[in-house]
Every structure is written in structure tokens, then in C-alpha cells.
């Protein structure tokens, strides 16, 4: 079983819509991170949560939320989704912050 | 504003051959540097990382170089493997925080 889950993995949606990217980790990490990548622009940090009652924004914050249930589960929610959001987004773990463990994506599609 | 820098968008060599991939950086407090690998439809998987304080770190057939006056640090692969086509990317942190990643550079090992 994969160590870091996304759910869904691809999603198709319309402008103005909200969505929520479901992130799950059995690693035991408290360290959480949600990325897209973009052609050409790499990864870029979205939100990281150090644990349940500590959230953090990162790079490119704006048009985002988060929510982290548990130490195991951290959502990422476009409350109204638009076109420059289509991405391919990434979740993360870690125990220090340096070594990173990412699940397998979530392509994101806003018509 | 994008700190890491993969100039490079592709490479191409030969099996047995050397790879070198390299990253330019401009922030100057960046104390960690890592290199992560990531094949079609899967995360970026972890490779191998450079703290400030040292100038080469070695992991198996891969080598890291890190230059800090001239901001640059270089992934080595030797030999180069089929296995080893994927995209790669350098990413740089601060005291293991908001992490940061270049564009990416694919590359394709021929047999």
C-alpha cells in the first residue's frame, strides 16, 4: 500500500466551482505540504502544516484553503475554482522538512 | 521570482556515459539542497541532498556538487543507466521551510 494517498486523482470541474484534493499519509509524519506543478515552473508550495494546529502559507497561497483533520489526512479546497488553477497538485510528507515523500498527484482540469 | 533554476529544460547522453544535471540558485540563505526524481504519472521521489556545510555528498552512482560563491550545485550520474530517464528536479530550503523547486530538467538516457 502507497505510504501517501490522493484522492481523486484526476478531476474535471467547472469555473466557480469548489473542490476539495483529499490528501492521506501512513508515514507517521507530521510535516504536510500541498504543491502544483506547472509546465515549466516546477513545484511550488501551496500551504504546510507542521501538525494538526499549525498551518502555513506558502508560496502561492491565494485562491486556496486547507484543513488538517488528523496528523494522517491534509486537504487542499479551492473554494471557486478557475481556469489557472489546472494543475497537477501534490501532496507531501516529511519528519524534518528536508527529505519529502510525495503521493502520486492529482490532476486538476477547470473548464 | 523563482529562486532555483534549472536552465536546462532536457539532456540527452549515452548509457555509460556521465550525466550531469545542473541548478543555479539566488538566495543566498538557502542551507539545504536536495535533488528528486520523478517518472510519468508517479511523485517526485527523493534522491539525494546536500547540507551547506559540505561541498560534495555521494550516494551509489549519484554525486552532488554544491559551489555556494557561485550559487550552483550539479547532480552527477555515473554510469548513466536507462533507468535513470526521468525529469529532475532541485529544490533548496531555508532551515528545512518552504521548500523550493526548479523547473525541472528531463533527461533521457539512451541504450
Known amino acids: 500500500d502507497a505510504d501517501v494517498t490522493q484522492t481523486p486523482r484526476n478531476r474535471i470541474t467547472k469555473t466557480g466551482k469548489r473542490i476539495m484534493l483529499e490528501c492521506s499519509q501512513t508515514?507517521?509524519?507530521?510535516?504536510m505540504y500541498w504543491y502544483r506543478q506547472d509546465p515549466g515552473l516546477g513545484l511550488r508550495l501551496i500551504y504546510y502544516s507542521f501538525d494538526v494546529k499549525d498551518i502555513n502559507k506558502g508560496e502561492i497561497s491565494d485562491g486556496y484553503s486547507v484543513s488538517r483533520q488528523a496528523q494522517a489526512k491534509f486537504s487542499l479546497s479551492l473554494e471557486s475554482a478557475i481556469p489557472n488553477q489546472t494543475a497537477l497538485y501534490f501532496c507531501?510528507?516529511?519528519?524534518?522538512?528536508?527529505?519529502?515523500?510525495f503521493g502520486p498527484g492529482t490532476r486538476l482540469t477547470v473548464t | 521570482d523563482q529562486q532555483v533554476k534549472q536552465n536546462s529544460p532536457s539532456l540527452s547522453v549515452q548509457e555509460g556515459r556521465i550525466s550531469i544535471l545542473n541548478c543555479d540558485y539566488t538566495?543566498?540563505?538557502?542551507?539545504?539542497f536536495l535533488w528528486y526524481k520523478k517518472y510519468p504519472a508517479e511523485g517526485p521521489t527523493f534522491l539525494i541532498s546536500?547540507?551547506?556545510?559540505?561541498d560534495k555528498n555521494e550516494d551509489g552512482r549519484f554525486t552532488v556538487f554544491l559551489n555556494k560563491s557561485a550559487k550552483h550545485l550539479s547532480l552527477h550520474i555515473v554510469p548513466s543507466q536507462p533507468g535513470d530517464s526521468a525529469v529532475y528536479f532541485c529544490a533548496a530550503s531555508v532551515g528545512n521551510n518552504d521548500m523550493r523547486f526548479g523547473a525541472g530538467t528531463r533527461l533521457t538516457v539512451k541504450p
Open positions: 508515514k507517521g509524519h507530521d510535516r
Open positions: 546536500i547540507s551547506s556545510i559540505k
Open positions: 538566495n543566498s540563505m538557502f542551507d539545504y
Open positions: 507531501a510528507t516529511s519528519w524534518t522538512g528536508s527529505e519529502q515523500y
